[in-house]
């Protein structure tokens, strides 16, 4: 089988002063000795520790230091950790180490832990910095208690990602919180009061065909509608499951494996139900054929659509599938944010920009792929960012309002969009006086298309922004039209195979 293994390359350092010269080793070992049972965590083989490792030690006055496993043991599903400054017990430890962690009063908990949203694929295995593992002991003998859960998944296809993403937000998946214990003295971890939190837990890395890989989970249950996506360069494909699912602390949950024939993988409707998608009549031809425009009835949202055709949704850097906050405070003017990248909306940040220059889609007309349009990776099936020639055709073939937004009408139908303004920076500005809407077409090596909503009432398509600034999304999907179709007799039941 494949090797569990826990890493870190963190250089040897402690966290507070101290002016002993005493090492103190500790002898770790994992729960089950990190041996395999049905009901383990590694129920294909053994948790062993390897070389780099290294563990947080909180002393008897809860200060916090960084113990690294000696070369002896590794590969060893015993091992021992070795450094300066924990003299005193009693001892809580945690793995992986981690700078800021501290330990509560009652030393019943430690907060300030991380459980990251973004994994690094291992086949075989799972990203090291998400295994977190707690231990608590009056002697420097430690057994570390997971405080995680996996799911492991096997595609029988190469893709670059796998996503899963909650139905909802209320239960978060990722993110900063505490490590506690239950009436049973088994660990888990509570996001309560956090503001840095995520809905998706996002595996990136070379994911080969045929292998497994583990995906880091906290002991939660998700409502119905979860999902599941591969991103692959051209497709993504999604399985969206109707029942709830739970995850349980230590335990490997096996999601089977997927093929890209399978019956499985959601439609065109993607994830978006019938009363949220409006159809104004409008069509464009692609490729020598004719499609008719079906677009979201509102925002993009990190897990699908706003609830409200009048919410702002979440807000994008062209190219980027999540937003770059875990939250927004809207009690005061200008809006605040949490920021998950330093600095906010800033070139830095963009997708696909290293050493003053981009690497990707640098020519005028190019479309986003599958695994950079966010509109896709989060919805699914056949839904995308308009295109500028989509945002074109509402703007050249249909009528518009302002009214608390701007409402476009064609066919009797209407489509409202906000004015939800944008973010540069860390700056949320123009909010409920001009819309930005993104176009999944490049413009130039820097910037892109997107449709303009302005304060006076004009619209635009011609624009171009620069790409790092965030803006609303506002899906839209393509259904083929047949040449000899009759367009007023258009089948929505039958087209939209509900």
Known sequence: MSIYSCTSDDETVQDVNDNSSVVTTFTCTQENDGTTTKAALGSEGKILWESG???????????????SLGSESNGKSTGTFSGTGAVTGPYVAVYPYTAGATLSDDRKSVSNIVLPDEQEAVAGGFDPKAALMIAKSETTTLTFKNAVGFIKVTPQFDCKKIILRAADKKKPLAGKGTIKFDDSDNPYIDFTGSK??????????????????????????LSAY???TFVTENKNYMRQVTKPITFARSIALNLGEFTTGGNYWVGSN????A???????????????????????????????AENESDYGDYFAWGAIKPWYSSIDKSKS??????EKSGGYTEANAPYYNNDSYTKYTSDGEILKAADDAANVILGGDWWIPTQAIWEALVNNSTRVRDGGFKFTNNDRTLFLPEAGYVNGTLFDAVGFAGYYWSGTAKSRT?????????SGNVSAQLASDRFCGFPVRPVRLVAVSANANTEGYNEEKDFEW
């Open 447 to 455: 910037s892109a298309y997107y449709l303009q909503l302005y304060d």
């Open 196 to 221: 840095e939190l995520s809905y998706s837990i996002t595996l990136s890395g070379t994911i080969t065909s045929g292998k497994a890989y583990y995906i880091a989970v906290p002991a939660v249950t």
């Open 270 to 273: 993607g994830i978006v139900g």
């Open 53 to 67: 490792d290294a563990i947080s030690i909180f002393d008897g006055n809860k200060a916090n230091y960084k113990y």
């Open 226 to 228: 979860w999902t599941l």
């Open 275 to 305: 009363v949220k998608q409006v159809d104004l009549g409008l069509t464009i031809e692609q490729g020598g054929k004719k499609y008719r425009v079906i677009f979201a009835k509102s925002n993009l949202t990190t897990t699908g659509l």
């Open 334 to 339: 200008p809006w605040t944010a949490t920021w």
